[in-house]
């Protein structure tokens, strides 16, 4: 059984067509690349997987592990082993990020039945996590998000999917406003959660991120569907190339 | 009797004749007690049409006058005993007042730190103490008639007196308990003057039985000389019949910091009435609230903060947190007085909608004479914001818990202010506990 399979995925928002028969399974232990170019239903993908309700879905079906998600609240998902890297992660004031951490984590055990972590067992996990993302002490004191960098943001994403273990992962633009460094860190985190029981999604619109996440898998989606699927290989090509030949083939339809 | 001419409603009829019945037995000050009562008469409970009370038309909430309270018995003063719970475990020392009357056996006056003086206004009305003759009463000049009727009828309250350069390092705890069974009208003023360089924090609990039927007044003559560091802290918890009427005056001189902080977290009808004045130069300020309000509670703070001197700094941040059909009402004065200078001063009331049914009224108001300065207010009105909701689920935390996290941020953005670590805690605990037992 697929980890995950979205099946003739149809999506709107506020009337207007975004997603138009979406296809896509992916198995355990795979990395895929969702590659394309603005406007093409990137994001939105992301967003419905994770559950935001904003988005009407008219047709078509995703299911993971084999269990309709559709009519699951976000929580739901997240308990599930779902978890979306924000594009844009939020700021929120007054919530300390070592307190939303442990919420979360704690939530998400308890919706699987799992024992909440001791505070020192918590403590130890997210130290040694935020270590390997360098991110000090000082951050995780304040208000997720609050005051911190573009760079410091994303970081912060990663540190939440390490401690959160999800069997799979979305991350959407999580490249975006990088430098170097921080991309390498970033991918680093990626890398380290990489495992046969696991999977990740990585959606972008540039290779870049794909020199350190190398895909299994690398897909094109343009006007809301899947155009073309290939290997790693076609992440370089579409470097090469732009995305151009794509759009026009799905406007010629 | 020319003032009984002017009284129209029930409760107006009702304070005139508890007002002839008892003045010559209330303790003290016959002209000041006098001046007040005419002051009121001549203008009866406030209503809509006055702009100060717009919000909280009294001749509609206030349909009759309740009695004077009598002294507590016995089990008043029982139930009393645990009341001010809501400071937690923190050490403080506690002055106990049950039904508008000290309580010397639920009081601590023992071992007072040099320079630390305390004792029931009843008794300092009684003996015309000199601190009384001086200050009460003329720590700010108003009109208001809610103070009019808190100097004319005020029975009992604590006066105290922080000598210079003394610091007390206990926090002082004014516990007010409505604890009796039989409708009552409560009024308790007290005085509290913190001499040049001295150092303490008050706390004043208000708290009543949900079931009682009770009218408290209540006022507090603040002095905070130069160079002094006050905190106050005032927590209302009162009954869902209540109906709350409080009033803070403060003088503040130079170079002193003074905090004050209005939580409250139960409520019929509450105004908490804020007149403060920074006299001289170069003062600090931080002027603070949270409300949490649900059922059909109505909290209504009015402040009037006056800058008459060069170079200070006031905050002004007041959060309101409103679910069923509660109302919520800020109206927010910054004065700054010709010559003030370098004033700093900015003010934010945010309101928290939870329901689609509650109201929150806002009239942040700057009057501004002086040309040098930094003024700024800012106030909001919203829901839970849905993109913060989708974050902290899209990690697991489940609607009702992500609700919770998000409620308790937008009031700790206020209670965050509070100096005292214990104290702060014990607040957030206590909007936890709020939160949790949403409906």
Not at chain 2, 230 to 258: C, P
Not at chain 2, 314 to 338: A, M, N, Y
Not at chain 2, 349 to 370: C, F, R, V, W
Request: aromatic share 6%; net charge negative; charged share 25%.
């Amino acid at each position: 059984m697929p980890l995950l399979e979205i099946k003739d995925l149809h999506v709107e928002i506020d009337g207007k067509k975004i997603l138009n028969g979406l296809d896509l399974v992916v198995n355990k232990g795979e990395v895929h690349a969702i590659m394309g170019p603005n406007g093409s239903g990137k994001s939105t993908l992301a967003y419905v997987l994770a559950g935001k309700d904003d988005y009407d879905v008219t047709q078509g079906e995703i299911l993971f592990e084999g269990e309709s998600v559709l009519e699951m609240e976000p929580d739901e998902r997240a308990a599930k082993g779902v978890f979306l890297a924000f594009q844009y992660p939020i700021e929120i004031p007054g919530v300390a990020t070592m307190t939303f951490l442990r919420t979360a984590l704690n939530a998400q055990r308890k919706a699987r039945g799992q024992a909440e972590l001791t505070t020192p067992e918590f403590l130890k996990r997210v130290r040694e996590s935020a270590t390997k993302l360098s991110i000090n002490q000082d951050m995780l004191r304040r208000g997720v998000n609050v005051g911190f960098s573009g760079g410091e943001k994303k970081r912060n994403e990663i540190l939440q999917m390490a401690l959160l273990e999800p069997k799979l992962a979305v991350l959407d633009e999580t490249d975006s406003g990088l430098d170097i460094d921080a991309l390498k860190i970033v991918a680093d985190g990626v890398n380290r959660l990489r495992s046969p029981e696991r999977a990740s999604i990585v959606i972008t619109h540039y290779q870049r991120l794909l020199d350190y996440i190398v895909p299994d898998i690398v897909h094109v989606l343009s006007r809301g569907r899947i155009v073309k699927t290939g290997g790693k290989e076609l992440a370089l090509e579409l470097e090469a190339s732009g995305y151009a030949q794509y759009q026009d083939a799905v406007a010629a339809e | 009797m020319a003032e009984l001419t002017l009284m129209r409603n029930a409760a107006e009829q009702q304070l005139a004749a508890e007002w002839q019945q008892a003045k010559d037995t209330l303790p003290g000050a016959a002209p000041l007690r006098a001046a007040a009562f005419q002051r009121f008469a001549s203008v009866g409970l406030p209503h809509r049409r006055v702009e100060e009370w717009k919000y909280t038309d009294l001749r509609a909430l206030m349909r009759d006058a309740k009695p004077l309270g009598a002294p507590p018995d016995a089990t008043a003063k029982a139930r009393a005993r645990d009341a001010g719970a809501l400071i937690g475990d923190i050490d403080a020392r506690r002055l106990v007042f049950v039904d508008g009357a000290f309580v010397p056996a639920l009081s601590d006056l023992k071992d007072l730190s040099r320079g630390l003086t305390i004792r029931p206004l009843a008794q300092a009305l009684a003996q015309d103490d000199p601190l009384t003759g001086r200050y009460l009463g003329k720590v700010f000049a108003t009109d208001d008639p809610a103070v009019a009727l808190n100097t004319a009828f005020m029975g009992d309250g604590a006066v105290i007196h922080v000598a210079a350069g003394a610091t007390v390092e206990r926090p002082l705890h004014l516990v007010f308990a409505a604890s009796g069974d039989k409708p009552a009208a409560l009024f308790t003023r007290s005085l509290v003057v913190i001499e040049k360089g001295a150092r303490a924090m008050l706390i004043e609990s208000h708290e009543g039985a949900a079931a009682r039927d009770y009218q408290v007044n209540t006022a507090l003559d603040l002095v905070v000389a130069d160079d002094a560091h006050v905190d106050h802290i005032k927590l209302t918890r009162e009954g869902e019949k209540a109906l709350h009427m409080s009033s803070l005056m403060a003088d503040v001189g130079a170079h002193a910091r003074f905090n004050t902080f209005a939580f409250t977290i139960g409520a019929g009808v509450v105004r908490n009435q804020l007149f403060l004045r920074f006299r001289g130069e170069g003062t600090v300020a931080n002027i603070r609230g949270a409300s949490l309000l649900r059922g059909r509670e109505h909290v209504d703070t009015t402040m009037v903060v006056e800058h008459a001197s060069v170079g200070c700094q006031s905050r002004e941040v007041f959060k309101t947190v409103l679910d069923d059909q509660s109302r919520g009402v800020f109206q927010g004065k910054i004065i700054v007085q010709p010559g003030a200078q370098r004033t700093d001063a900015k003010m934010a009331s945010h309101a928290l909608m939870l329901s689609q049914d509650a109201e929150a009224d806002n009239k942040p108001e700057l009057e501004i004479y002086a040309d040098d300065v930094q003024c700024g207010h800012g106030a909001t009105a919203g829901d839970l914001d849905a993109d913060l909701l989708f974050y902290l689920k899209a990690r697991g935390i489940p609607q009702t818990e992500a609700e919770a996290l998000l409620i308790q941020a937008f009031v700790g953005d206020a209670i965050e202010g509070i100096e005292h670590a214990g104290l702060r805690e014990a607040l957030i605990e206590a909007v936890g506990a709020w939160v949790r037992t949403r409906g």
